[in-house]
């Protein structure tokens, strides 16, 4: 809905929708924030830098944030409860290192694939056991979480392991040429992107058009409401970790297959990426309010500014986590503005 | 006798009883391994105490000063993930500052270092408190932001560079001994007190548990609980700037990007394995310093037996999820026998069939996110 609202035809039974929509849905307006910003940048670099409106930049960018993508729209079903989830990064390193071992141990790299999405729930599994049967906060329990992935990464190997040349996993990765430009200017997709695509069109459909779906939106608005309205709570709290670890599964098959190695130090940090834009694409960390669309654009806000700061040069690699916590806050500042209006 | 009895019953009450057993089996695991593990030995030369022992009460000094700090934090029902950040910070300020001064032994650099570091933090944490009263931002973001920049911060302050200095008196702070004891841990001792004395014996404390309960509440009866939680804020900032004075101090070196990465983490682990809610609402600075001394056991536990030390962290989950158990199994039990002490705790406590009934605050169950929300709405209708 809010992607709709940037195109530039206006006609009129569409106007008054928006007009609906405006009145109706404020807690739209961060997303829709989120998607004018990420077009100023756009507008931005291609004006002061250029190109940054070519086939090749814009693939890149899918490209090379396809897995962000994929532990993005996790951590919104997760946020969208009013939970959290500390643990994706780690369960990428575990997922990667085990993968990739097993597949040097001669596993079938078909199974292998899978079995990483698998461990991936496994530690979801965890997590919402942890949170939901032990009663534990999901701070604490993806903490946990987090550490056991990340030492259990750790004890199977702390040196990088390679994939080999030819390993199917790495077909993940396979370039497809949709548009061949001149020189290197390309569209190509991977295999990981379309992934992307797929997980993201799974969980608009899943937020919007099930009953799970609704759920979580009902526990994020008041866990005690749902509870009372006789809602499945326990076993969608559960299931909704179990998605975000599988989902960082499976991000790790898509960031291996690209790098084409593994190691116990991927991933840090992740977590924070995949709330950063949970957060900027317009998701309440409250829980109830946000849309997985609005995570996507959250995604690549983040995956453009690291072009932007690259193709500028002149800004100081030091800075650059100093430009991060400043969007975020920017981000964080107009939902306050707008979500506090909305209340009073 | 039954006094012995009655207060064995206290102990095993406490929420960090089960962190003193897991101390203890910890310290029981290197005595297997080594039998003379906790043997105390005097320097002959110096006279100093020297001895594994001595090594873990010095390795827990900077995890106490956090998680001190953030045991206030998460009482008023906030977070403050900057703290390693904040520590990067202080070493930063410290090591700029001293790494041009050839007096080596100069008393007055290192007041003046260890004077700027804290002011530094002491402001970054009072950002953290305005971000989080003034502009009504949640406590888990502010912080997230400070964080990041935080880390920013430090590598400006050095040009990214890892910067070293020669002083003296500052090397002392990590490294020296007095009255056969490490300074480091001395000083932590004090300011543990100190902090502890300030707060408990002063009405400090209860109004920041009362913030913690219910800030709308709270300022009905008569606190004010902007100052509180700015004055929160920065003292968990200066908190981490000592821890970060102590860091670089011990090794007169700051790593930008590895000094205090992730300690929050620890801190945050310490505090609630001293059995005080993430909810907010209490906090308990006997739990928080077994907490603290129990990571820097495991910390010294799992190198000394030999395993990776990038395998800690497995070792902290299973620490984390076995003590979260038996708090939630051991406060579920009580509840159901002694009706008397029930109490509201953090992991709600029971299984999630006697939750409905049991829950006191039921919104507070959640965390600080949910809280947050319950506060907001309950500030907006007493506008």
């Known amino acids: ?344 | 006798m039954n006094g012995v009895r009655a207060w064995l019953r206290g102990l095993v009450r406490r929420q960090y009883f089960w962190g003193i057993v897991a101390i203890l089996l910890l310290l029981g695991l290197n005595l297997i391994k080594d039998p003379t593990y906790l043997a105390i030995r005097t320097n002959p030369a110096t006279g100093n105490l020297a001895g594994n022992l001595l090594d873990i009460l010095r390795a827990s000094a900077p995890i106490l000063m956090i998680s001190i700090g953030m045991a206030l934090v998460i009482a008023t029902g906030g977070i403050d993930l900057s703290v390693g950040s904040l520590m990067a910070v202080a070493g930063a300020v410290c090591m700029e500052f001293l790494n041009p001064i050839t007096d080596a032994s100069s008393v007055g650099a290192m007041f003046a270092a260890v004077g700027l570091a804290l002011l530094l933090a002491g402001v970054l944490g009072a950002v953290n408190g305005v971000l989080v009263t003034v502009v009504g931002l949640q406590p888990f973001i502010s912080t997230l932001v400070m964080m990041l920049a935080g880390r920013g911060v430090a590598k400006v302050i050095t040009s990214g560079q890892n910067t070293t200095a020669v002083n003296e008196p500052f090397r002392w702070i990590a490294n020296g001994y007095l009255v056969r004891f490490p300074v480091v841990f001395l000083i932590a001792v004090a300011v543990v007190v100190l902090v502890a004395l300030v707060v408990r014996r002063s009405a400090l404390g209860l109004m920041i548990e009362a913030i913690g309960i219910n800030r709308a509440a709270s300022r009905m009866s008569g606190i004010k609980p902007r100052g509180i939680i700015i004055s929160v804020y920065v003292m968990s900032g200066m908190l981490a700037g000592i821890a970060g004075i102590f860091a670089v101090s011990s090794v007169m070196t700051v790593d930008v990007s590895r000094t205090g990465y992730q300690l929050e983490l620890d801190a945050i682990l310490a505090v609630v394995i001293g059995g005080t809610s993430l909810a907010g609402g209490k906090f308990s600075f006997g739990g928080t310093v077994v907490g603290s001394l129990l990571i820097a056991t495991l910390d010294k536990t799992v190198v000394f037996l030999g395993v990776s030390a990038a395998a800690t962290p497995a070792f902290k989950a299973a620490v984390i999820i076995v003590l979260c158990l038996l708090q939630s199994d051991v406060r579920a039990l009580i509840r159901r026998h002694l009706p008397g002490a029930a109490r509201r705790g953090p992991a709600g406590g029971g299984p999630a069939s006697a939750a409905g009934r049991d829950r006191e605050v039921p919104a507070n169950q959640e965390g600080p996110a949910n809280q947050e929300v319950t506060a907001t709405r309950q500030r907006e209708v007493t506008v």
């Open chain 1, 1 to 344: 809905m809010s992607t709709l609202s940037t195109e530039p035809a206006a006609r009129p039974a569409w106007l008054d929708r928006l007009g609906h929509a405006w009145r109706t849905r404020r807690a739209a307006l961060p997303t829709l924030a989120a998607v004018i910003i990420f077009i100023g940048m756009v507008i931005y670099g291609e004006a002061v830098y250029g190109r940054i409106l070519q086939y090749n930049t814009i693939s890149n960018l899918f490209v090379n944030n396809a897995h962000l993508i994929i532990i993005a729209v996790g951590m919104t079903f997760v946020i969208l409860m009013g939970g959290i989830d500390l643990s994706v990064g780690a369960v990428i390193a575990f997922s990667s290192v085990a993968g990739v071992m097993l597949v040097n141990a001669g596993w079938n790299p078909w199974l292998v694939m899978v079995l990483m999405v698998a461990m991936g729930g496994g530690f979801g599994a965890l997590s919402g056991v942890l949170i939901q049967y032990s009663r534990v906060q999901p701070f604490i329990a993806t903490l946990a979480t987090m550490f056991l992935a990340r030492g259990l990464a750790s004890m199977l190997s702390t040196v990088p392991e390679r994939l080999p040349e030819d390993s199917p996993v790495r077909l993940v990765h396979y370039n497809i040429k949709l548009i061949d430009g001149p020189r290197v200017n390309d569209l190509i997709v991977t295999p990981g992107v379309i992934i992307a695509a797929l997980v993201v069109a799974g969980a608009v459909f899943t937020l919007h058009r099930t009953q799970f779906g609704r759920t979580i939106y009902a526990i994020g608005g008041s866990e005690q409401s749902a509870q009372l309205m006789g809602l499945r709570v326990a076993r969608t709290k559960a299931w909704a970790y179990v998605i975000s670890g599988s989902l960082a599964g499976l991000a790790a098959v898509v960031y291996t297959s690209r790098l084409g190695a593994a190691q116990n130090i991927t991933g840090i940090g992740w977590e924070l990426d995949a709330i950063a834009a949970t957060v900027i694409g317009g998701t309440l960390l409250t829980g109830g309010a946000g849309y997985v669309l609005g995570s996507v654009v959250g995604a690549l806000v983040l995956g453009l500014m690291t072009v932007l700061i690259t193709r500028d040069g002149s800004i100081p690699p030091e800075a650059t986590t100093i430009i991060t916590g400043g969007i975020l806050l920017v981000f964080v500042l107009l939902q306050r503005a707008v979500v506090g209006r909305k209340r009073a």
